[in-house]
């Protein structure tokens, strides 16, 4: 059993036998649970017609299910409250124009169908075998890592990131578990839009629900601002970047507070002396010192010897404290690191 395999090894399936109807697609049964979060739960599925014939093409794909508030409680999705939830709606919406950007770096969406009787969400998307979580968790895999593969990377998470910030999508929720692997087709996909957001072109003016993982949200949100940008995804993919050097998350913590107080004491500042971001950004003008320390940070962990200065620049300019400074993915991915990808 692998990684993938083994993170739920009971999981709740309907009165049906684990067998779910779409609109277009027909009936897919659940092979097993690869993944569980606050607000749904992720199958790896198979074609009901795929049960029938030994010869028929195995096609693998994901179904996503909102969780109510009583799933896993009850351990039945039948006995579920009957309501539709908003972020269903919205996640449904923005997959439905993702699917029209047609980026290969954005998951795919094939189909969705909701339960009249039980109001079950439920979404038909591609299958990829790893997240980056459960993939380099595996010391093999850490340890073979090399630095054209963490370019290929970095460079497909950047073009997926780029496609959505052209749309106006914020993702908000970048993180190992929602970048999706394949490692034989060397394919990189970005996944999960439960709290990504369409923004309009006044962004100023726009007021965000604040959600995400701490360990990999920017200052900005986790002092509570409710005015942010697409930069919050370019940290979030800083995070990952250095955590994949380092073998460990930068700023790891499980409330805001400790994740604030590791981002400050770069700058050698502690959180009493932060009333708010808009005046941490107003004091904070040495930009190149916060880059420096930084650097010297990921310097002094680093387990991968062949980090060089442009990667370095690269990495620090992802984590710049103050949005205004911070790279876009646009310009990340003219930047001299990713130049000359194989």
Request: charged residues 25%; positive net charge.
């Amino acid at each position: 059993m692998s990684n993938q395999d083994s993170i739920i090894q009971v999981f709740p399936i309907n009165e049906k036998n684990g067998i779910y109807s779409f609109r277009h697609m027909g009936e897919f049964r659940i092979v097993n649970l690869i993944g569980a979060g606050k607000f749904s739960q992720i199958f790896k599925a198979r074609p009901k017609e795929n049960d029938d014939s030994e010869n028929s093409k195995i096609f693998n794909c994901t179904i996503k299910i909102f969780q109510k508030c009583n799933l896993i409680k009850n351990n039945m999705i039948s006995l579920s409250p009957k309501k539709i939830l908003f972020n269903e709606i919205s996640e449904l919406h923005l997959l439905q124009k993702i699917n029209s950007i047609g980026s290969p770096n954005l998951i795919k969406m094939y189909d969705w169908a909701i339960d009249r009787k039980t109001c079950e969400t439920r979404i038909l998307m591609e299958y990829m075998p790893y997240n980056m979580r459960n993939y380099f968790s595996n010391p093999q895999h850490i340890n073979n890592l090399t630095e054209n593969s963490l370019k290929k990377l970095t460079y497909q998470i950047l073009l997926g990131l780029n496609a959505l910030h052209k749309n106006r999508i914020i993702h908000s929720d970048i993180k190992p578990e929602n970048i999706l692997l394949d490692p034989e087709k060397n394919i990189v996909k970005i996944t999960d839009f439960t709290l990504s957001q369409f923004v309009t072109y006044d962004l100023d003016k726009k007021d965000f629900s604040n959600g995400g993982t701490y360990s990999y949200m920017p200052l900005e949100g986790l002092l509570d601002t409710k005015k942010y940008g697409f930069s919050r995804d370019i940290w979030s993919l800083g995070c990952i970047l250095v955590e994949l050097c380092c073998r460990k998350i930068p700023f790891k913590g499980n409330d805001s507070n400790t994740v604030i107080k590791k981002i400050l004491k770069i700058n050698g500042m502690d959180i009493q002396s932060v009333s708010s971001f808009f005046d941490y950004c107003k004091n904070c003008i040495d930009n190149n010192g916060e880059k420096e320390r930084i650097i010297n940070y990921i310097k002094m962990n680093s387990k991968i010897v062949f980090i060089n200065e442009d990667c370095y620049d690269l990495f620090s300019r992802m984590l710049c404290i103050n949005p205004l400074y911070r790279i876009t993915a646009e310009e990340a991915l003219k930047h001299p690191w990713l130049a000359n990808i194989d």
